[in-house]
């Protein structure tokens, strides 16, 4: 099933016509819970990934933040148990006692030992229309290490690899898995519906007197900018941050200083309640806006950033 997100309520081009030759698009994945195979475009599907090729590990040990460890098996019998349930109604006694209770964490000591990435997304340049990798490259793959890093603001660290299909001889049949994760960061593995939207700046990096304009137009009428006609929320590739958590600070390439564009966002839903301007045209009633099941500090985005110079340097995060 496709997924198409509403028309926004108004057209603010009409309105401050200066705000077309900021915009750029976005696409929205629209992750959905499903059994993405190798070959699909995915968010934390089974990625193609040549045999030959050491699967990534995170070596941070010690200087992880832990709060709580499960095994990537004990969340997904979780997740099952709840959903068997229904999100609106309370476990029982019985399915309570089949999961760890609120304080229960594997030992701290199981995430010294190198902890092998997990996928969070697979996409084709064939499927995306905002894909951006290399010239030569049709396949972009991210991952991530499932637990809390204090350097990268107490998130996952996010490594991307770009790929060319053709290239890509025997794969790999079982990659590892972490033997314990931050039960956050384990993402439920989805079919993606792409999706391309149009999307203008952030508020507070809007050019002159127009974001002060279209603050002043919004109290007139009721509308806003920021939640219903600029950024779209979710999962999704290319198009622009939202910097509502600590406004706009700069983004910049680690190797060559120029400033970085949005590569992927991860988000901890998908739209804000149930009349979310957002919220896909053909969602059915009872939707989850949570299809991921990840989330990114108190329910905020993960942003990925790309150097535009060359995609041989560093990416960058931030959460917003
Ligand atoms: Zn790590
Ligand atoms: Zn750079």
């Not at 089974?46 to 098996?73: F, K, M, Q, S």
């Not at 969340?75 to 006692?97: I, P, Y």
């Not at 499932?146 to 060319?164: A, I, K, Q, S, T």
């Not at 960061?185 to 989805?190: A, G």
Request: charged share 20%.
């Amino acid at each position: 099933m496709t997924r198409t997100t509403p028309p926004r309520p108004i057209d603010v081009t009409a309105l401050f016509p200066s705000l077309s030759g900021l915009s750029t698009t976005a696409t929205r994945l629209h992750p959905r819970p499903g059994a993405p195979s190798a070959s699909d475009s995915s968010v934390a599907g089974p990625l193609r990934w040549p045999a030959d090729e050491a699967w990534p590990v995170c070596h941070d040990g010690r200087n992880h933040y832990i709060h709580r460890l499960l095994t990537p098996a004990t969340v997904r019998r979780q997740r099952a148990v709840h959903a068997a349930r229904g999100t609106r109604h309370t476990l029982t006694n019985q399915e309570r006692a089949q999961l760890p209770s609120p304080d229960f964490s594997e030992p701290h000591r199981l995430a010294d030992q190198p902890i092998p990435l997990i996928p969070v997304a697979q996409l084709h340049r064939r499927d995306i229309p905002d894909f951006a990798g290399p010239d030569d490259c049709d396949l972009m793959q991210v991952l991530w290490c499932p637990l809390d890093h204090p350097e990268e603001g107490y998130n996952p660290r996010v490594r991307v690899f770009w790929r060319r299909g053709a290239d890509l001889g025997p794969l790999l049949a079982e990659p590892p898995e972490p033997p314990v994760v931050n039960d956050s960061y384990l993402p439920v593995p989805c079919v993606v519906h792409p999706e391309q939207v149009r999307e203008f700046p952030y508020g507070g990096l809007l050019p002159g007197d127009l974001g002060a304009r279209i603050d002043a137009w919004e109290e007139e009428l009721g509308t806003s900018y920021q939640s219903d006609l600029s950024l779209a929320p979710g999962w999704k590739i290319g198009g622009f941050a939202n910097w509502s958590l600590t406004d706009p600070h700069p983004m910049d390439c680690a190797e060559c200083g120029t400033a970085m564009t949005l590569l992927l966002t991860a988000d901890s839903g998908e739209w804000e309640g149930r009349v979310s301007s957002w919220r896909p045209v053909e969602e059915p009633e009872g939707a989850s806006a949570d299809p991921v099941g990840v989330t990114i500090g108190r329910g905020y985005s993960l942003y990925v950033f790309r150097c535009p110079v060359s995609f041989d340097h560093p990416t960058a995060t931030t959460m917003q």
